[in-house]
């Protein structure tokens, strides 16, 4: 197989845990009537570079070892927290794919991020690079001891059906704007597929490239469906929705192009890089856009791992 369709087992975890999964629920919270002079002892005592600041569970701010020395440097009179905090907060939500919270730590270069509640607003946790990379050995783990039972007691389907040719076809609807379930669909694509027996690393391909396209759907349609064909020597993913189309494939094949609006990006989508994905995973793509009228992916990926 050509090293550039490889999918590691990390990369698809990323697709497939969500921030919560990897997330401190533990943290150390403060209050904004707290004085200034009492924050230094708490981040030495708990050995923190910063604390989140809540009021009524809600996220109103957050101040960092930098602002507390800043305070000191400015002389250090006294004073509550929320006239030091920051208040123009970026945050991710808890129900988000770990791929975003990689992408906004690497694009930004913060530390962590606070991760809260979509429908609330209420802060729920913590997650930092470390959390990440934990939260990834830890799943990489469980996944190797599945993996190796499964390699014992699962045949590849296609060698236990006597016949001229087999097709096995799944069929998935995906809603609109439905932010909360998106991802759902390309997870269950994922434990079929696994479930057949088919190699891990065309599983991995199929799984991110029907994620990528699952939120395209979610993102920029009200809604479609999803169609995966499997054969002995290819595994094919038809997408299909009635949403705007794309004016121009090829610029949209760019890294980075998006047309989302500034909504869908703040819920964490639309970063431009989903039909560069799914071309990375694909041995053979098609797309069919037609302005107003909607878009049809073909996405083929040969079953050889090889």
Not at 32 to 43: A, K, R, V
Not at 79 to 91: F, G, H, L, V, Y
Not at 180 to 209: C, D
Request: net charge neutral; aromatic share 6%.
């Amino acid at each position: 197989m050509n090293n550039e369709k490889k999918i590691t087992k990390v990369q698809e975890l990323v697709y497939e845990l969500k921030v919560r999964d990897a997330m401190r629920k533990d943290i150390i919270r403060s209050s904004p009537d707290i004085l200034m002079s009492e924050l230094g002892e708490t981040l030495r005592s708990n050995r923190i570079s910063g604390t989140p600041i809540v009021e009524h569970d809600k996220l109103v701010g957050i101040i960092s070892i930098e602002d507390f020395i800043k305070w000191l440097a400015e002389g250090g009179k006294d004073c509550p927290i929320e006239s030091r905090m920051t208040r123009s907060i970026k945050t991710l939500y808890d129900d988000e794919p770990l791929v975003h919270a990689i992408g906004k730590l690497d694009k930004l270069g913060f530390g962590r991020f606070p991760v809260i509640d979509r429908a609330t607003g209420k802060l729920l946790g913590v997650i930092t690079k470390g959390d990440i990379i934990e939260s990834l050995l830890r799943e990489l783990e469980i996944d190797y001891h599945e993996e190796e039972i499964h390699r014992y007691r699962a045949s590849h389907i296609f060698e236990d059906i006597i016949a001229d040719k087999t097709i096995l076809r799944f069929e998935y609807f995906v809603k609109g704007k439905d932010f909360n379930r998106a991802g759902e669909v390309s997870s269950g694509i994922r434990k079929t597929l696994t479930r057949l027996g088919i190699h891990p690393q065309i599983v991995r391909r199929a799984a991110i490239a029907s994620y990528e396209a699952e939120i395209n759907v979610v993102s920029y349609t009200s809604g479609g469906e999803i169609s995966v064909r499997v054969q002995s020597d290819k595994i094919q993913i038809h997408v299909t929705d009635s949403g705007p189309g794309i004016p121009d494939v090829a610029q949209a094949l760019k890294p980075g192009y998006s047309t989302a609006p500034e909504w869908i990006r703040n819920l964490g989508f639309g970063a431009g890089m989903g039909l560069c994905n799914i071309k990375k995973c694909a041995d053979k793509l098609d797309i069919e856009s037609t302005v107003g009228k909607g878009t049809r992916l073909k996405i083929c990926i040969n079953m050889k791992a090889g």
